[in-house]
């Protein structure tokens, strides 16, 4: 995960908080000093800050309840040295006796001994631990994946297409499918999402589009969708894997953000239970699991499993790590067992955080009724809370994820030019909730008003809820708005960049194999992407190998890098250069903001 907005803040020995540093001279040179280790020290300075975690991991660095009792009854106390933060009891107890006690992890940290089996050939305890979590998913099969839900979506696309087969992908996919494009040689046939342009966030395809699809490319082999994706946000998963078996394709589903699906009748249907063929779940992401720890499902035929593990081989790494396999198997547990009780609490503290929140003046919070009216669920333990209300005021999400970071201690996953994104996973407790929503009320008190927050809190006078309301309805008509996830794009309309593909040239594979040289994005409009360009988070491409790069896309480009509300760019260097394929398309004149 990375977080846009100002850079976070380290500890000082004398109490008081800096910047975090690079660990190199003020000048920028690079360090030298080789008894330096940089980011052990940056790491070491943010589990000092002691944060409430509304960021993956799922298991929020908490150990369960019996291991952190010294910690007291709070959720955000600091432990003495040795102990571990207080949590909600979500963390596998024998998990956490084994890696909170002695060496911690690393006495875990072994190899393919004796007793411990082989993830790439099981037939032993990884064996029966893979077993156990296709049971608790409803899945003919499971792999373990140390490489995150990335590697499991390259290995089902090379599974399920060779150079030059059709595939019928979500353009709101994660950028993980670019790359199961690029090692698979497959020709993408992308669908529009619908999107809310209120949020400025992607939905998902309708059935209408997607049937369309089919339609149009009777050859494709399979189907890519997403559920839910990164806001929540699910589509009709179950109609949709029906028209893509209707039409005889593999049904492959990104479940990247929805690992606890299964857990709770409250939460929108998992994949597997809607029929889809293959189901790539990070458990990392909303389970109590380490980072990198995912599972990739399979159910019925259409996919030999055989192929997929041999996939699987080429795209991870031979030399797994026990620690993270073993985090797989006590987050299954958990689930298993405890998982539909800890949910409980998840849900009941989400809604309740939701009607104060939206109680505030202009501030508003995603929430089911809204996404049923359009043919979409929500999954309730994201909370998008947007403060596009407030923009005439200069707020964004950008600085109240700063002043919740800075002022009280909350991180969030993601914030961007209207939103801010919590994630709320079974480790959370209700006072973390509150805490989250104290910091809120707070800031939105300080912004309308002309008093100090910090003796307003939690409370806004009449007068300045009327100002901030009046102006917030004013401008909530408005259509023509950036794409909230990439900040402000001037001439670029609502969602557009999502709304319309652009042209693509070659396969991904071809562009990223072919002769490449970087090129200032103003002088790119017309050429072809050799690379991805990603606002990440959320990781959804602008651009994928292959494209053209449009006006619009140089226009965003342009503007993200200026706006200081959208999140880093990847693919594009510091300079503003972008990778293209050399001597593909012909340059003409792009248009930014000062061009």
């Not at 369960?64 to 010294?70: G, I, L």
């Not at 720890?293 to 030399?319: N, P, Q, W, Y």
């Not at 800075?406 to 993601?414: I, K, N, Q, S």
């Not at 562009?511 to 959320?538: H, N």
Request: hydrophobic share 45%; aromatic share 4%; with cysteine.
């Amino acid at each position: 995960m990375d977080h846009a907005g100002a850079g976070r803040r380290g500890v000082r020995r004398d109490g008081g908080h800096t910047p975090f540093m690079s660990h190199t001279a003020n000048n920028g040179a690079r360090a030298t000093d080789q008894a330096a280790a940089p980011l052990v020290q940056a790491l070491m300075d943010y589990v000092a800050l002691h944060r409430a975690r509304f960021h993956m991991p799922g298991h929020k660095g908490k150990a369960p309840e019996a291991e952190a009792a010294t910690c007291g009854a709070r959720s955000d106390a600091r432990p003495v040295a040795g102990t571990a933060v207080r949590g909600a009891g979500a963390t596998d107890p024998e998990l956490a006796s084994l890696f909170l006690t002695g060496a911690g992890p690393l006495r875990a940290d072994v190899t393919e001994v004796e007793g411990l089996d082989d993830l790439h050939a099981p037939g032993g305890p990884i064996n029966e631990a893979q077993r156990l979590a296709a049971l608790a998913y409803g899945a003919d099969r499971t792999f373990f994946l140390v490489n995150g839900s990335t590697c499991g979506l390259e290995a089902v696309i090379m599974a399920a297409c060779g150079p030059g087969d059709e595939i019928i992908v979500s353009r709101d996919t994660h950028m993980a499918v670019a790359s199961g494009l690029v090692l698979s040689g497959a020709r993408p046939v992308y669908v529009a999402p619908e999107v809310d342009e209120l949020y400025g966030i992607p939905l998902g395809p309708s059935a209408d589009r997607l049937d369309a699809a089919l339609r149009r490319h009777p050859r494709a082999r399979a189907v890519v969708l997403t559920n839910p994706n990164y806001y929540g946000v699910a589509p009709d998963v179950k109609t949709l894997v029906a028209i893509a078996h209707g039409y005889g394709k593999i049904a492959v589903v990104d479940e990247a953000h929805g690992a606890h699906l299964p857990f709770h009748e409250a939460l929108p249907p998992s994949a597997l239970a809607a029929g889809a063929d293959a189901v790539v779940s990070g458990a990392h992401k909303s389970l109590p699991a380490m980072t990198q720890a995912a599972f990739l499902h399979l159910k019925g035929g259409a996919l030999d499993a055989a192929k997929v593990g041999r996939m699987l081989r080429l795209v991870e790494t031979s030399s797994p790590s026990y620690v993270l396999m073993a985090s797989l198997d006590a987050a299954r547990r958990v689930a298993a067992t405890r998982g539909r009780e800890l949910l409980d609490g998840v849900i009941r503290w989400a809604a309740a955080a939701r009607e104060r929140l939206s109680r505030l003046p202009g501030v508003m919070c995603l929430d089911a009724d809204r996404l049923a009216a359009r043919g979409f669920a929500h999954d309730p333990t994201k909370l998008v809370v947007s403060f596009w209300g407030l923009r005439s005021r200069g707020i964004t999400g950008v600085e109240i994820a700063r002043r919740l970071r800075e002022r009280h201690g909350v991180e969030v996953e993601l914030a961007d030019a209207r939103n801010i994104l919590a994630i709320l996973t079974m480790a959370d407790s209700e006072a973390d909730v509150e805490r989250l929503v104290v910091a809120i009320e707070s800031e939105i008190a300080g912004i309308c008003s002309d008093g100090d927050a910090g003796e307003r809190r939690g409370e806004v006078d009449r007068r300045a809820r009327r100002r901030c309301r009046a102006a917030a309805d004013d401008e909530a008509g408005e259509v023509r708005v950036p794409v909230a996830a990439y900040g402000p794009c001037h001439e670029v309309s609502a969602c557009s960049l999502f709304s319309s593909t652009p042209p693509l040239r070659m396969t991904p594979r071809e562009a990223a194999l072919s002769p490449t040289e970087w090129m200032p994005v103003r002088e790119a409009c017309g050429r072809v992407a050799a690379d991805v360009i990603v606002p990440y988070p959320p990781g959804l491409p602008v651009v994928c190998p292959g494209e053209e790069i449009t006006e619009p896309l140089v226009e965003f480009v342009l503007n993200a890098l200026s706006s200081g509300t959208a999140p880093r760019l990847r693919g594009v260097r510091g300079d503003g250069a972008v990778l293209v394929v050399v001597g593909a398309g012909r340059a003409r004149p792009g248009r930014g903001p000062d061009a």
